[in-house]
Nanobody
Framework: QVHLEESGGGVVQPGGSLRLSCAAS???????????LNWYRQAPGREREFVAA????????VYADSVTGRFTLSRDNAKNMMFLQMNSLKLEDTAVYYC?????????WGQGTQVTVTS
């Protein structure tokens, strides 16, 4: 069973940066490189929302309008890792961030990492 573990969250001031990591394991049937990867986030009292996505080869990314130009998504298929570089953080970026791996109808989620942007 695919296991995802996020890390790198923390408390940062507006304008600051954080780098989130997602470590993946448990790929017994299909390799990590066969999964599309996503980041989602959920703020208190709000529904989980899409943040960014990256293709299996890592050659294409898509971002939510709210993070475009500030966040950069990448993956390392050799290490089964995904990274979200977050720059110019805003108060409204405060949320629990989740990584998600999808292959066909199969999807797996991590437990989330808290990002708090506060002055």
């Amino acid at each position: 069973q695919v296991h995802l573990e996020e890390s790198g969250g923390g408390v940062v001031q507006p304008g600051g940066s954080l780098r989130l990591s997602c470590a993946a394991s448990g790929f017994t049937d299909f390799p990590f490189s066969s999964y599309a990867l996503n980041w989602y986030r959920q703020a208190p009292g709000r529904e989980r929302e899409f943040v960014a996505a990256i293709t299996r080869a890592g050659d294409n990314t898509v971002y939510a309008d709210s993070v475009t130009g500030r966040f950069t998504l990448s993956r390392d298929n050799a290490k089964n890792m995904m990274f979200l570089q977050m720059n110019s953080l805003k108060l409204e970026d405060t949320a629990v961030y989740y990584c998600n791996a999808v292959r066909g109808s199969r999807g797996s989620w991590g437990q989330g990492t808290q990002v708090t942007v506060t002055s």
